[in-house]
């Protein structure tokens, strides 16, 4: 799972077994260590849609239904706005393609195929 946060958007891509385990009603998480602390963030189903920030990680939360919906169908991405204190927060789950132009380093062996790779 990949995580990019720009002003007040969260966007995760997540890979084709990510999305299974999802699915299954399991949790997707991920760290990294940031001079001696760990930051992490996790992804898992929910009665509501929601995000927290607890002890270096963050939680976001989505919809049940909707992330099995989704996880079975052609469907990109899962977009949803969370009112908040400083704004509303914009929330994108989507699924990982495989680049269109070859990465050497980068392992895509688990990403979706790229629908825009047969033109």
Same mark, same amino acid.
């Given at each position: 799972?990949?995580?990019? &946060?720009?002003?007040?958007? &969260?966007?995760?891509?997540?890979?084709?077994?990510?999305?299974?385990?999802?699915?299954?009603?399991?949790?997707?998480?991920?760290?990294?260590?940031?001079?001696?602390?760990?930051?992490?963030?996790?992804?898992?189903?929910?009665?509501?849609?929601?995000?927290?920030?607890?002890?270096?990680?963050?939680?976001?939360?989505?919809?049940?239904?909707?992330?099995?919906?989704?996880?079975?169908?052609? +469907?990109?991405?899962? *977009?949803?706005?969370?009112?908040?204190?400083?704004? +509303?927060?914009? &929330?994108?789950?989507?699924?990982?393609?495989?680049?269109?132009?070859?990465?050497?380093?980068?392992?895509?062996? +688990?990403? *979706?195929?790229?629908?825009?790779?047969?033109?």
């Amino acid at each position: 799972m990949k995580l990019r &946060i720009k002003g007040n958007s &969260i966007r995760l891509r997540l890979l084709q077994s990510e999305v299974a385990t999802l699915a299954e009603g399991g949790i997707v998480k991920e760290s990294t260590s940031l001079q001696g602390a760990s930051f992490s963030y996790q992804l898992a189903a929910s009665d509501i849609s929601k995000v927290e920030l607890k002890h270096n990680t963050l939680y976001i939360f989505t919809q049940d239904d909707q992330l099995k919906s989704w996880a079975t169908s052609e +469907d990109v991405g899962i *977009y949803s706005t969370l009112p908040t204190e400083n704004g +509303d927060l914009r &929330i994108t789950i989507e699924k990982d393609f495989t680049c269109l132009t070859s990465r050497p380093n980068e392992d895509e062996t +688990d990403n *979706y195929p790229n629908p825009k790779a047969s033109h």
